[in-house]
């Protein structure tokens, strides 16, 4: 069965410093994989994706998203926090050739900026 | 384009009344789903439909939940009836096709609270 597991509930970083928000999937072949971001009192936005045209994924807001199949991770990063960045991330996994509605959402990590 | 719509934002009700949720999709998109999150059990599908028609609504909690799309640009979720432990965030979420790499387009949530 496919899981995904996002390290760490809570992330805290100063301004201006590198963002890392762990996840690691579970699955028999690469799936697709999703990064959402959702902000206080909205719903999830999609950050990125991966579909495996490349490893190395670029979102939107200067995220990107490098995929590793021998450590099954798809782990987001961004170079240089933002107040902005502060809100909730969820990776998510798509097994291939299922239906939308086989998503599997990680527990989420909740990302806070300090001044 | 408007993005998916629900109604209302925010529900307060008492212990054992009905309640309905209302959502409406991106326009051409033919995948709809409905969505709870809990700070104790993260995200979970509720049911989903294609072309109107619901396809798995093994999420669905009791039969005191259901769920009609009576057309293509119109969807419910009733609670009847409700009860505390049914406070959650509801959110919509619609997609073109069903296809597994089609990222979800959520709506802003219906935050429900049931006294």
């Known amino acids: 069965a496919q899981s995904v597991t996002q390290l760490g509930s809570h992330v805290s970083v100063s301004e201006g410093a590198l963002v890392l928000l762990r996840c690691n999937y579970s699955s028999s072949v690469p799936p697709y994989l999703f990064w959402y971001v959702q902000y206080p009192n909205q719903g999830l936005q999609l950050l990125l994706k991966?579909?495996?045209?490349?490893?190395l994924v670029k979102g939107i807001n200067g995220f990107e998203a490098d995929f590793k199949k021998s450590e099954t991770s798809f782990h987001l990063t961004k170079p240089s926090a933002h107040m902005s960045d502060a809100a909730e991330y969820f990776c998510?996994?798509?097994?291939?050739?299922?239906?939308?509605?086989?998503?599997?959402f990680g527990s989420g990590t909740r990302l806070s900026i300090r001044p | 384009d408007a993005g998916v719509i629900q109604s209302p934002r925010h529900e307060v009700t008492e212990m054992g009344q009905e309640v309905t949720l209302r959502c409406k999709p991106i326009?051409?998109?033919?995948?709809l789903f409905w969505y709870r999150q809990t700070m104790m059990r993260g995200l979970e599908l509720l049911i989903y439909f294609n072309n109107n028609v619901p396809i798995d609504d093994s999420g669905m909690p009791e039969d005191r939940f259901s769920a009609k799309m009576p057309n293509a640009s119109f969807s419910t979720l009733k609670i009847q009836p409700s009860e505390p432990r049914d406070s959650a965030v509801y959110f919509c979420a619609s997609i073109p096709g069903s296809s597994y790499n089609s990222p979800l387009h959520f709506g802003n949530g219906t935050r429900l609270t049931v006294t």
């Open positions: 991966y579909t495996s045209a490349a490893t």
């Open positions: 998510a996994v798509s097994p291939q050739g299922s239906s939308a509605s086989k998503i599997i």
């Open positions: 326009s051409g998109h033919n995948s």
